[in-house]
Structures are given as C-alpha cells and as structure tokens.
C-alpha cells in the first residue's frame, strides 16, 4: 500500500469549480492507477475518475463525465481532478484511491484499489 494524501475540498457555489489534488509517497516507484471516488451521506461510495501510467485516457464516471478532468504528473505521483460546473448533486467526501503498483488497468469499483487517502469534504451550494 502507498500513503495518499489530498487536499482542494471546501465550500463552493453552484457553476463553481474546485481542483483536488492528490500526492502518492511510500514506494520507490509509484502507483500506476490512480483515481478518485466519492461518498454521498446515505449512499454508496461512486467511482468518479481513474487514471494509468500506461497510456489512453482517463476513464470518468457518468455523473463527471464532460465535466470534470483528471490529470498526472508521473514525476510527483500526484493527481488532479479538476471539477467544473459543480451543482450541489457533486456534495460528497472524496477520496482518492490507487491499484496495487504493477496494476496497470484502470477499475472503476473500489474493490481493485488496495489504498486510499483520507478524504476530503466538497461540498456544493445552491
């Protein structure tokens, strides 16, 4: 497992964006699926975005799809999920979450994913 460690939640009016950031650290090399979930009070958590250090692009989940972007920067292991046009349908704790390292092949359910940060609140405003 790896220590993941995000940031970028708050507080945010409808139409607004917010960018959220996510560090790797713990390997030698680090982990090559890297991607974001969110939990809804009451609700299951929602696969929102996955990238690979293999190539091909990002994979969303339906709810992001258009919206939001997920970025990498390899030499960091740092993810960005950069979400605009939130309404408050987007109010969740998110989480980021990566594969084991030799993992190379995006999931969108959280049962592929071995590590996960802490979370970190959006919560959006009508």
């Known amino acids: 497992q790896v220590h993941l460690v995000e940031s970028g939640g708050g507080l945010v009016q409808a139409g607004g964006s917010l960018r959220l950031s996510c560090a790797a650290s713990?390997?030698?090399?680090?982990?090559?699926?890297m991607g974001w979930f969110r939990q809804a009070p009451g609700k299951e958590r929602e696969f929102v975005a996955a990238?690979?250090?293999?190539?091909?692009?990002?994979v969303y989940g339906d709810s992001v799809k258009g919206r939001h972007t997920l970025s990498r920067d390899n030499a960091k292991n740092t993810v960005y999920l950069q979400m605009n046009s939130l309404t408050p349908e987007d109010t969740a704790v998110y989480y980021c979450?990566?594969?084991?390292?030799?993992?190379?092949?995006?999931?969108?359910?959280?049962?592929?994913?071995?590590?996960w940060g802490q979370g970190t609140q959006v919560t959006v405003s009508s």
């Open positions: 979450a990566a594969r084991p390292s030799r993992v190379t092949v995006i999931q969108t359910t959280r049962r592929g994913y071995d590590s």
């Open positions: 713990g390997r030698d090399s680090g982990p090559c699926v």
């Open positions: 990238i690979s250090c293999a190539g091909g692009r990002p």
